[in-house]
């Protein structure tokens, strides 16, 4: 039987990996292990005799990284530096979890490619780009996984997400303003989850693209969430400068994701698709 290790096994991601695998999963939280301490890299990976590795741990808050730059180079890259150094020492394939905001926005309307030169705008980007490289560079058996916007059930119980805190924000609101001028593709982690799954059985080593399909600037993401929720609130367009967040954020980050449908053999749902299906779940536990 294979057995895989989940790191970040609490997070959003790591949760619906966790239960697609049942029995074949080793779940590792950030109480079992800590990807920036090589001891217990080493000891924990050690004891638990994986086949495989699959990294959803990361620093991911986006603006406190712009003032908290060392915690997250030691989560986002020195943590996935070790993994690829273990993996690479005991012959294991290494998943990792990359992010779109590697990219800047330049092309404006053609989804990137994974062959399109990253060119990190923040530090949060910066720390997750440099993550992915050591992990191209140092594990052969690697799959570096870009993808955007995650929202999964277990955020319901932790820090939440974008859905969650729209709903929330919806209920409790007449009005929102959110930011119309980034776009990009949410992705439910129950579709990511799958995907990573099947990539892994697989020998077809590299850097994949993985989202949703389709694409949708906030704004629209944050209408389709009431209109699917039957929710009266008022949503209203607003710019990122106006929204006033630390760190810079691409204005364009879609994912061209047919490398991956095409080793998948098959599709991600639409981004619409995907959130109906969560709206409906969201509440059932993992
Ligand atoms: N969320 C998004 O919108 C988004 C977008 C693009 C890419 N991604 C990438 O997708 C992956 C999964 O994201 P997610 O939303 O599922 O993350 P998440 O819910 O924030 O979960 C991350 C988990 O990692 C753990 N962790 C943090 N630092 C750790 C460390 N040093 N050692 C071990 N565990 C540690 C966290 O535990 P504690 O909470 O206890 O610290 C948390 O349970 C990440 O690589 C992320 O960068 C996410």
């Given amino acids: 039987m294979m057995r895989v290790a989940v790191i970040g096994a609490r997070g959003q991601l790591g949760s619906d990996l966790v239960a697609r695998l049942g029995a074949q999963a080793i779940p590792l939280g950030h109480a079992d292990i800590d990807i920036s301490d090589a001891a217990s890299v080493t000891s924990v990976l050690d004891r638990e005799r994986a086949n495989a590795v699959i990294n959803c741990a990361a620093y991911n808050f986006v603006d406190k990284a712009e003032t908290e730059r060392e915690a997250a180079m030691l989560t986002n890259r020195r943590g996935p530096g070790l993994l690829a150094d273990y993996c690479r020492e005991h012959d294991l394939k290494l998943v990792h979890v990359g992010t779109d905001y590697v990219y800047d926005g330049r092309?404006?309307?053609r989804p990137w490619k994974e062959e399109d030169e990253p060119l990190p705008i923040s530090t949060y980007a910066a720390s997750k780009y440099a993550g992915e490289q050591l992990v191209r560079a140092h594990c052969p058996r690697h799959f570096v996984v870009r993808t955007c916007g995650l929202y999964g059930r277990n955020a319901m119980h932790g820090k939440g997400?974008?859905?969650?805190?729209?709903?929330?924000?919806?209920?409790?609101?007449?009005e929102l303003k959110?930011?119309?001028?980034?776009?990009?593709?949410?992705?439910?982690?129950?579709?990511?989850?799958?995907?990573?799954?099947?990539?892994?059985?697989?020998?077809?080593?590299?850097?994949?693209?993985?989202?949703?399909?389709?694409?949708?600037?906030?704004?629209?993401?944050?209408?389709?969430?009431?209109?699917?929720?039957?929710?009266?609130?008022?949503?209203?367009?607003?710019?990122?400068?106006?929204?006033?967040?630390?760190?810079?954020?691409?204005?364009?980050?879609?994912?061209?994701?047919?490398?991956?449908?095409?080793?998948?053999?098959?599709?991600?749902?639409?981004?619409?698709?995907?959130?109906?299906?969560?709206?409906?779940?969201?509440?059932?536990?993992?």
Avoid at 238 to 259: E, F, M, N, W
Wanted: overall charge neutral; charged content about 20%; some cysteine.
């Fill in 178 to 286: 959110v930011v119309e001028d980034q776009r990009c593709t949410p992705t439910a982690t129950a579709n990511l989850a799958s995907a990573i799954l099947d990539l892994v059985k697989t020998e077809e080593y590299g850097l994949y693209h993985a989202t949703n399909a389709g694409s949708c600037s906030w704004y629209e993401f944050a209408k389709e969430i009431m209109r699917q929720s039957h929710l009266p609130t008022n949503v209203i367009p607003i710019t990122t400068a106006d929204y006033g967040a630390r760190a810079r954020r691409p204005h364009y980050s879609v994912l061209d994701c047919s490398k991956l449908e095409r080793v998948l053999g098959w599709n991600m749902p639409t981004w619409q698709e995907a959130l109906a299906t969560y709206l409906i779940e969201r509440q059932r536990p993992i």
């Fill in 161 to 174: 997400n974008f859905v969650e805190t729209m709903l929330r924000l919806g209920r409790e609101r007449p």
């Fill in 107 to 109: 092309t404006g309307n």
